[in-house]
C-alpha cells in the first residue's frame, strides 16, 4: 500500500497464509492504517502466481481434526450436562424414539439404543422400565425371543458399565 506522496506503507505481515482477513476485498482495520477520513484501506493483491499454497491439504486436514475435536468437546460437555444428577430425574424427556431419530446417531440404530440406555441410567430410570422400552421396539426382524433378550441384555450392560464410569 502506498500513500499518496509515494511511500511504501504495507503491512508486510499481511501475505502470511493464515491471514483470511487479510485478502484482497477486505479492509486493513489497524488502527495506524486509518485515513484522516475515518475509512480503512481495501487489501489490494499486488500478485498472484495461481499456484495453490503447497500446505492446502494439510491446513484443511488441521482445520477439520481441530473442528471434529470441538464438537467431541462440546459433546462431552453436553452429555456431561444431561447426566448431571443436579438435573433430577427427567424421564418425560428420554424416549427410545428421540435416540434413534436422532442424527447423531443417522443409520447406527444399536448406538442410539446404547446412549439411550446410558442416558436412561444417569437419570434413575430402573431396569425393568429400560427394558421394555428396548423390547417394544426391537431393532431386528428376528423373532427368536432369545437373540431379543440377548441383543437387550448386552446393551443395557455396555451402557451400565458406561455410565458408572
Not at 491439504?57 to 468437546?73: N, P
Not at 447423531?104 to 421394555?132: H, Q, S, T, W
Not at 432369545?146 to 451400565?160: D, G
Request: with cysteine; proline share 5%.
Amino acid at each position: 500500500m502506498t500513500d499518496l506522496g509515494g511511500t511504501v506503507r504495507a503491512d508486510l505481515s499481511a501475505a502470511a497464509w493464515r491471514r483470511f482477513g487479510r485478502l484482497p476485498g477486505f479492509t486493513n482495520c489497524k488502527p495506524k492504517y486509518r485515513r484522516p477520513d475515518g475509512l480503512f484501506p481495501f487489501v489490494r493483491l499486488k500478485s498472484c502466481s495461481g499456484e495453490q499454497y503447497p500446505m492446502a491439504d494439510t491446513f484443511v486436514q488441521e482445520i477439520a481434526k481441530l473442528h471434529e475435536d470441538r464438537e467431541q468437546q462440546r459433546e462431552a460437555r453436553r452429555l456431561r450436562a444431561s447426566l448431571s444428577p443436579r438435573r433430577g430425574t427427567r424421564f418425560s424427556s428420554l424416549s427410545l424414539e428421540r435416540f434413534r431419530t436422532s442424527s447423531k446417531y443417522n443409520d447406527r440404530p444399536a448406538a442410539a439404543d446404547i446412549a439411550f440406555c446410558v442416558a436412561a441410567y444417569a437419570n434413575g430410570m430402573d431396569e425393568a422400565r429400560i427394558a421394555l422400552a428396548l423390547e417394544d421396539d426391537y431393532l431386528s426382524r428376528d423373532p427368536s425371543p432369545s437373540k431379543r433378550a440377548s441383543y437387550i441384555r448386552r446393551t443395557m450392560t455396555k451402557a451400565r458399565d458406561w455410565a458408572l464410569r
